[in-house]
């Protein structure tokens, strides 16, 4: 009885220093690929920046998925073979591709028949490349976070998806880095190297500061921290500074995980019966179908000044 007396405290050590030490996870998912390029056509520019985007998650071994635009991968309604190897880049190192439509239009304002519609027609050449490479497409992700503004679209899209073997692709850490994206190229145009860095650190701080908000929001809906799945766009400021932005999760502890990892999180069971006209985080979304008040979606971090004006 002595022994075991002596031995609570130490047990109770274990069990916090294993806890604290535990790390947390999220998996990257990047939208819009190939490439959102604001007008720079070049293709050599635009292989130098997704091959950066490429090495930086072979780097830092993060397992990312990108959505697909199909077309993207179009000129002319002739397949575009330049656009085409840029998805072979994430292919050929490991990396995940997903549907993000067609033509990425809005669930709000299409109907139904349109929408799914241009969900099949975003599968190609898409499915063939993973196909070649024994993969298949799995993940459907929705253009601006629009999963149905009635509950009838909502649950018809739902079935659609299901029954077409795509399972859907939340997000719970939501931002503005296409803002930081337009500003980061218009400064590149210029090759104003200062406002360059300047945009590139408010980033990195201002991803920094979303992470530990949703982080707080998931731990006040499930109390603990759950599987975050994290949204990004394929740009050039996303090949300059994702490094960075490893650099930063990793110093908050977190381990780099697949979609299909995250995905076996079962916060991602939780009910949502909102239908939003808007795209938003999936915790707001759970938030808001367990009616939180407005004081528990205080304090996300808003988007610098200095980044909308140059947006603009």
């Keep these: 009885m002595k022994t075991m007396r002596r031995l609570i405290p130490f047990l109770l050590l274990l069990v916090s220093i294993s806890s604290f030490g535990q790390k947390k996870e999220i998996c990257f998912t990047i939208d819009d690929l190939p490439f959102v390029n604001y007008g720079m056509s070049d293709t050599s ?26 077309n993207k991968l179009y000129s002319n309604d002739s397949p575009n073979t330049f656009q085409i190897s840029l998805l072979e880049l994430w292919i050929n190192n490991g990396l995940e ?51 149905g503004d009635t509950q009838s679209k909502s649950d018809s899209l739902k079935s659609f998806l299901k029954t077409h073997q795509y399972i859907e692709a939340p997000v719970t850490i939501d931002n503005d880095d296409y803002l930081f994206a337009l500003a980061y190229k218009r400064a590149y145009v210029k090759n104003d190297t200062t406002l360059m860095t300047r945009i590139g650190s408010a980033y990195i701080s201002y991803m920094e500061k979303k992470v530990l908000h949703f982080e707080k929001q998931a731990k006040g809906l499930f109390n603990r921290d759950i599987k975050q799945i994290l949204l990004l766009h394929s740009s050039l400021l996303n090949s300059v500074y994702v490094d960075a932005l490893a650099d930063m999760l990793i110093k908050n502890n977190y381990a780099f995980i ?55």
């Excluded at 916060?267 to 915790?283: D, F, M, Q, R």
């Design 97 to 147: 591709l997903g549907n993000h439509t067609y033509s990425h239009p809005d669930y709000n304002n299409v109907s139904y028949a349109e929408f799914t519609e241009d969900i099949i027609k975003g599968e190609q050449p898409t499915k063939q490349i993973l196909e070649s490479q024994g993969m298949s497409m799995t993940y459907f992700r929705h253009p601006f976070l629009h999963t």
């Design 45 to 70: 520019f635009q292989k130098q920046a997704v091959s950066d985007l490429v090495h930086s998650f072979t780097n830092h071994q993060i397992p990312a998925i990108g959505f697909v635009n199909g």
């Design 258 to 312: 697949s979609l299909e990892e995250a995905l076996r999180d079962k916060a991602y069971n939780t009910e949502v019966n909102i239908y939003p006209e808007w795209g938003i985080s999936w915790l707001d979304r759970w938030a808001l179908s367990q009616n939180k008040p407005r004081q528990f979606f205080l304090g996300e971090p808003d988007t610098p000044a200095f980044i909308k004006e140059l947006a603009k």
